[in-house]
């Protein structure tokens, strides 16, 4: 069975950072590419970032790029989302995806999300 | 970037009752276009990948058609369970977005 864990969210004031991971089990988690999304409270899906199988490849959202940065560990099946410069409007639960692809693709499995708060 | 649209942004219709929803790329995107449900507190959840290719376990009443800039997702009988909000992404390239969604109640 799939299972994908988020943890390392919570509290934090504006400017901080703060370091998402995301546990994988139940797949090949070398061969997949994986991403962030994430959802304000009440608000809409916002992709944030992708990252390829080998981790070779990432790409971000316009409103993370320069402040985010995704990685992943392959031999401990672990994904990772370093947020520096965190604002106000970065608040929101964060879910980690699984793609169908080593490259891109439709997000088949989803996290239960890790709520991160950005707030003085 | 291209960009995603959607609509309605809500909708409210009778059980049994056929649903679309439409959305739209702001460029061609190929079939590379999916579609999610969530519900009310819930995980999102894939329904259609490929544009029309139905996720495993996914009920039949739900099919997705299009290519390139215009898709649809279709419930052919809508159902008290399907209420929920529906959104549809391109992974073409990245940015992988998503469209701003379209809420579907019991009416």
């Known amino acids: 069975e799939v299972q994908l864990l988020e943890s390392g969210g919570g509290l934090v004031q504006p400017g901080g950072s703060l370091r998402l991971s995301c546990a994988a089990s139940?797949?090949?988690?070398?061969?997949?590419?994986m991403s962030w999304v994430r959802q304000a409270l009440g608000k809409g899906l916002e992709w944030v970032s992708v990252?390829?199988?080998?981790?070779?490849?990432?790409n971000y959202a316009d409103s993370v790029k320069g402040r985010f940065t995704i990685s992943r560990d392959n031999s401990e099946s672990t994904l990772y989302l370093q947020m520096n410069s965190l604002r106000a409007d970065d608040t929101a639960v964060y879910y980690c995806?699984?793609?169908?692809?080593?490259?891109?693709?439709?997000?088949?499995?989803w996290g239960l999300g890790t709520l991160v708060t950005v707030s003085s | 970037d291209i960009q995603m649209t959607q609509s309605p942004s809500s909708l409210s219709a009778s059980v049994g009752d056929r649903v679309t929803i439409t959305c739209r790329a702001s460029?061609?995107?190929?079939?590379?276009l999916a579609w999610y449900q969530q519900k009310p507190g819930k995980v999102p959840k894939l329904l259609i990948y490929?544009?029309?290719t139905l996720q495993s376990g996914v009920p039949s009443r739900f099919s997705g058609s299009g290519s390139g800039t215009d898709f649809t997702l279709t419930i052919s009988s809508l159902q008290s369970e399907d209420v929920a909000t529906y959104y549809c992404?391109?992974?073409?390239?990245?940015?992988?977005?998503f469209g701003p969604g379209t809420k579907v109640d019991i009416k």
């Open positions: 995806a699984k793609g169908r692809g080593a490259i891109r693709g439709a997000f088949d499995y």
């Open positions: 139940g797949f090949t988690f070398s061969s997949y590419a």
């Open positions: 460029q061609g995107i190929s079939n590379y």
């Open positions: 990252i390829s199988d080998n981790g070779g490849s990432t």
């Open positions: 992404q391109k992974y073409y390239s990245a940015p992988f977005t």
């Open positions: 490929a544009a029309s």
